[in-house]
């Protein structure tokens, strides 16, 4: 691929403080995500990949290296440009969902557009709120759906403003089978169909192959790529 | 959008929502009752005292404005009366309080009711012996008093001789020799009431009283009443503050921890809201608009309630205690539950602001 990666990391490294002692969480890590692909990453608790998400999705600064992310230069942004960066550039999937429980899950679709600014109404979205097949479900809050529709709509949220990258962790950790499979095509298909590049961390080897490809870190550091 | 946010989380702990805004409504009540109590106790004492007719007022020297003490001797009467072009009738009133709100008053029905034009009587009529008590319809209604009943005023007995329209003097009248020599204040009186003539007269009426009785406080029935404030209260206005502090730091503390705990239990939602790019600003924003919420939503209780205490009151003491509702005082006392409110949750609104995203996610 001739176009720029759209994450694109070097020698990235993480040092937690943790009382008097440095915990070396990412040791250098280089890494390049072209737009458009599925990427996931795997390894034990431990080896830094929850790490390297929260580097990526703005969640917290890095140490060290250099990390770009659609063209934003992640090291030394202040918490301000780290916010904007949510806000915009990066959607996130968890594995407990965290969907807002007093809010319907239109709300909770909603309220991602409202701290984006985001006013313009898409009328693109309906299709892919069809696509998750939670149409029917908007009215409902979290308490009255199930893991799966609840992943779903944390999906919708994660999207909604277009991000150039959805980061995934853990995604199906908390589905049965059947929801995981559900789960794990809806993400390949919005990968297939919309173009969305996606960064998943998973346990279950049999998840990450759904992506292109397979990304194994271990003791802070990318084993294969 | 946040506007809906911030009442579905009000809505999802209605119990704490519902204890906050009564704690609120409480502090506003309190403002409201103490304002109101304050100003319809000394309306209605401002409404007796004008009830009377006089148009000059005399009060000895030192006295307070409006407190009962201080005395001055009866035979200044004869000395306003002979001595001054234009009066037509002086009375002398010996005033005598009971307690902290109800005060008795010795009257010399003779010269009273050349002043006042005499008690307007709904039953019985007026003193026949010198241990007959007159009542207002107040007080009896309060105390269930009838004519001939015996009541039992500054530790004697009483026979009702007559009930009679509020809105002169006090709600109980004794007569007045009577009250001076039960109280050792044989041949003194507490206040002067005289009539002139016409009202071009008042003035110069005054001038001359004023120039007679140095030291003396004459004042017109027109100025007179105005001075029924709380400022001229001693200690009212003082005690006013303290109880608005009071209700303040009420509120405050409410709010406070109120807001703390809905911080602590909505840790994670606060990192779903970082990462989904909320900055503090408006994180900060949604825990404050729900506080003004509930302080307006408490405000709005506490002025229901102090109808609610004006009611109880009247029911309760209609003879003693008049609330008034004070309009004036509604924005005073919003804005005081506001403040409190606000106040209280800048704390747990910064550290929910602060919070750290990865923190807050994994917080179970």
């Known amino acids: ?225 | 959008m946040i506007n809906r946010l911030v009442i579905e989380n009000l809505k999802h702990r209605p119990i704490r929502t519902l204890l906050s805004i009564i704690a609120i409504s409480l502090q506003v009540t309190m403002v409201l009752s103490l304002v109101g109590l304050s100003r319809g106790v000394l309306n209605d004492q401002a409404r007796r005292a004008r009830g009377v007719g006089a148009d000059i007022l005399i009060r000895p020297p030192g006295s307070a404005i409006i407190a009962s003490g201080g005395q001055m001797l009866s035979r200044i009467i004869p000395v306003v009366i002979e001595k001054q072009p234009h009066v037509t009738a002086a009375t002398g009133v010996l005033i005598y309080g009971t307690d902290l709100f109800s005060y008795i008053t010795g009257v010399d029905l003779a010269t009273f009711n050349r002043v006042s034009g005499g008690y307007r009587f709904l039953k019985g009529g007026p003193f026949q012996s010198p241990n007959d008590v007159m009542v207002d319809e107040l007080y009896a209604a309060q105390h269930k008093v009838h004519v001939g009943d015996t009541v039992s005023l500054i530790n004697r007995s009483w026979r009702v001789s007559g009930i009679y329209e509020p809105g002169m003097l006090a709600r109980q009248v004794v007569p007045l020799d009577t009250l001076q020599d039960l109280t050792a204040n044989s041949g003194k009186i507490s206040v002067t009431y005289v009539k002139v003539d016409t009202p071009a007269n008042i003035a110069p009426t005054i001038a001359a009283l004023s120039e007679r009785l140095k030291d003396y406080k004459v004042y017109s029935m027109e100025d007179y009443v105005t001075l029924f404030s709380p400022q001229n209260v001693p200690m009212l206005v003082q005690f006013t503050y303290i109880v608005i502090s009071l209700g303040v730091l009420v509120g405050f503390l409410v709010v406070f921890l109120s807001m703390y705990t809905a911080v602590l239990e909505r840790t994670r939602e606060i990192g779903v809201l970082k990462a989904l790019g909320a900055s503090p600003g408006l994180i900060l924003n949604i825990l404050l608009r729900e506080t003004a919420l509930l302080a307006i939503a408490g405000s709005i209780a506490g002025i229901a309630l102090a109808y609610g205490t004006r009611a109880l009151i009247a029911a309760l003491m209609p003879g003693a205690l008049i609330q008034a509702i004070v309009y004036d005082w509604w924005p005073i006392a919003t804005a005081l539950a506001l403040v409190g409110a606000l106040l209280g949750a800048v704390y747990p609104g910064l550290k929910a602001a602060r919070q750290d995203a990865i923190e807050a996610l994994s917080y179970e």
């Open chain 1, 1 to 225: 691929m001739s176009e720029e990666p759209i994450i694109a990391i070097r020698g990235l490294t993480k040092t937690y403080h943790v009382g008097d002692v440095d915990v070396h969480a990412l040791r250098g890590v280089d890494l390049d995500v072209a737009r458009g692909e599925f990427v996931s990453i795997v390894g034990p608790s431990g080896s830094g990949k929850s790490t390297l998400f929260n580097i990526v999705g703005g969640l917290t600064p890095p140490t060290s290296g250099s990390v770009h992310i659609a063209g934003h230069d992640l090291l030394g942004m202040t918490d301000t440009q780290r916010t904007h960066l949510r806000k915009t550039t990066v959607g996130f999937v968890f594995q407990k969902y965290n969907l807002l429980p007093t809010l319907s899950a239109r709300d909770n679709i909603e309220i991602a557009r409202y701290i984006a600014k985001n006013g313009k109404k898409d009328e693109s979205f309906d299709d892919v709120l069809k696509l998750l097949g939670i149409v029917n479900r908007l009215e409902h809050k979290p308490r009255a759906l199930s893991g799966g529709e609840q992943q779903r709509v944390a999906i919708a949220r994660a999207i909604v403003n277009h991000p150039a990258i959805l980061l995934a962790d853990e995604p199906t950790g908390n589905l049965d089978t059947e929801n995981s499979t559900a789960v794990l095509n809806l993400l390949r298909r919005l990968n297939d169909e919309r173009g969305q590049t996606i960064l998943m961390i998973t346990h279950n080897p049999e998840a990450a192959a759904y992506g292109h490809r397979t990304v194994r870190m271990r003791d802070g550091r990318i084993e294969q790529a």
